[in-house]
């Protein structure tokens, strides 16, 4: 048994962690603690004080006490908003905190646009323009190229939440650039599970969402491959790690 640890701000898709292990298929539990999210606001201000150290090491001994082998901040945008250097700094302190390996969502799709062999990106965001941008220049600073970053002027984390396949897919598809060999979307509010595997037929390239990039990245920490192809082209490559007895 794999167990990963989630540290999840408020409440809007974390449905989606019963959902993907499910669909992960295999000897893997994904244990979610809840922060506390403060202002449900996507602006710099609220951001920066939602990603603040004392409220993830709040949550931290819960995810000790069940035993996860890493623990993962499952939040773009309060992370991705203290830059390239300061999301290294909240990851390392989250780290220590924690006494276990540590990334944050951000970190997961640095990761992960490399893991599908992308260099040029297309960012479909839910957030306000500004704060799109921040993440555009977060993928910068990691090596990408962001040739597009469209924001779609979403001010809380609850209204994301509300959003379902139409509205996923309208985004998706609006955010999407013929230059880009991945599109991106950002934000872990966002239920995406369910439709990845669609996504990626409707746009003909891999798909890259916030909640599943955070639970492939908790598994590249646990040293885990699982080929989950309903999660998408980041869960088929090769070589697959077999489930352990």
Known sequence: MTALGFLYPGHSAEDDYPRMEQMLGSDVRLQVVHTDIGEDAHRVDALLEMGAAPRLAAGVEELRLSGAEAVVWACTSASFVFGWDGAHDQVRELAVAAGLP??????????????????????????????AAHFAAFLKASGAEVVSARGSGIITAAEVGTWGRDEVLALARDGDHPDAQAVLLPDTALHTAAYVAELESALGKPVLTANQVTVWEALRLAERRINAPGLGHLFTKEPLVQVRA
């Open 102 to 131: 540590a990334s944050s969502t951000s970190f997961a799709f640095a990761h992960a646009v490399r893991e599908v062999g992308a260099v040029r990106v297309a960012v479909a965001a839910t957030y306000p323009e500004d704060v």
